[in-house]
């Protein structure tokens, strides 16, 4: 199997865990906004800023009737979808200009594309990489269309079933697309806890066939994605905003700044809490071993005298025989006087 790279990192487990700042809505049209907003992402440890190219033409059409009508408890009800995306949508002359100001940096910037003018736009800016959004997985023109540039794919899954995974890795795959992650990913804005199903993560990439797996991330707090780095996510996507009293579409889920902070610190916490599988001391515990048991002297014992149990116990320090060989000392004789307090050693043993 292909490695997941995108430019010359490699994603994967083993690896440090591919952290994306999404700003989505959170640039509130404000250009100068948008930079900070990179920059405080930058500050608090992330690897790549993910945008969102489209307008609302593209996804959608100016139309009040109902089915356009957002009232089903979301975040944005009282809104036409029009309405909703021409508030949301980030200018795209803005695209190449924060792409230069995330590389200069030192992070990864690309985008998610809705529709095949926003993927020829996002090639004259030479991404390094495409995000599929979890509602457009079922849309195989688009994921065709994204394939066929030959650049690595993350998907998100949220409301996607075992088959529409399927369809769309196939689909990916037939297109020419030789590396695809897949995000664990619950779309309610926000999403409780309950709801995220991590333990999918251990099963997907096996499941599916794909490079590497992880997760996007709609909680208001760090815990999932902790917990998805300790179940083999290898990519986070979370939210980022400077202010979620400033309001915005995509605010009410998203992380400020020292929280995004926070929760990139705990991943790289648990990032080496992992480890490795191991058995037996460490070289951070390995001078503990003093503190176990062994087999000692409780009274002097003199040459030849049987070794008992009122003169010989299992106590620590553990610089004698192991504890387990007692049975087998019971019975012996000295083979030297051994003074009260002695480790026994097997030169003590007749």
């Not at 191991?278 to 000692?296: I, K, V």
């Not at 009122?310 to 004789?333: A, C, E, F, T």
Request: net charge negative.
């Amino acid at each position: 199997m292909n490695q997941f790279r995108i430019h010359q990192r490699v994603i994967e487990s083993g690896q440090p865990t591919y952290v994306i700042a999404e700003i989505s809505a959170n640039h509130n049209q404000n250009f100068d906004n948008t930079v900070a907003l990179i920059e405080a992402a930058k500050h608090a440890g992330a690897d790549a800023i993910k945008l969102q190219t489209y307008t609302a033409d593209t996804l959608t059409i100016d139309c009040d009737r109902s089915h356009f009508q957002i009232s089903h408890g979301t975040a944005w009800d009282g809104q036409t979808l029009h309405q909703l995306y021409s508030q949301a949508a980030m200018p795209w002359d803005w695209q190449p200009k924060l792409k230069a100001i995330a590389e200069s940096l030192g992070m990864d910037l690309f985008s998610s594309p809705f529709d095949g003018s926003a993927v020829d736009f996002l090639e004259s800016m030479d991404v390094g990489a495409y995000k599929i959004a979890s509602f457009e997985i079922v849309d195989t023109g688009l994921l065709a269309k994204v394939a066929q540039t030959g650049k690595p794919v993350i998907v998100s899954t949220g409301l996607a079933t075992e088959e529409d995974i399927h369809i769309a890795v196939a689909t990916l795959r037939k297109n020419g697309c030789q590396q695809i992650c897949l995000l664990k990913c619950t779309s309610s804005y926000p999403a409780p806890p309950e709801s995220m199903n991590l333990k999918t993560i251990g099963v997907m990439q096996t499941a599916f066939d794909v490079e590497t797996v992880g997760l996007s991330d709609h909680t208001r707090c760090n815990h999932a994605a902790i917990a998805a780095v300790a179940l083999g996510a290898s990519v986070i996507e979370k939210h980022i905003t400077l202010d979620r009293s400033a309001g915005g579409p995509d605010s009410s889920f998203s992380l400020e700044p020292h929280e995004f902070a926070d929760m990139v610190t705990a991943v790289r916490t648990t990032e080496k809490a992992m480890g490795r599988v191991c058995f037996g001391p460490t070289e951070f515990d390995s001078a503990n071993l003093a503190f176990r048991r062994s087999l000692f002297a409780v009274k002097d014992i003199k040459s030849g005298e049987p070794f008992s149990a009122k003169n010989v116990r299992s106590i620590r320090p553990g610089q004698g025989i192991p504890p387990k060989h007692l049975p087998d000392l019971i019975n012996r004789r000295a083979a030297n006087e051994i003074p009260r307090g002695t480790p026994i050693s097997w030169l003590d043993v007749a």
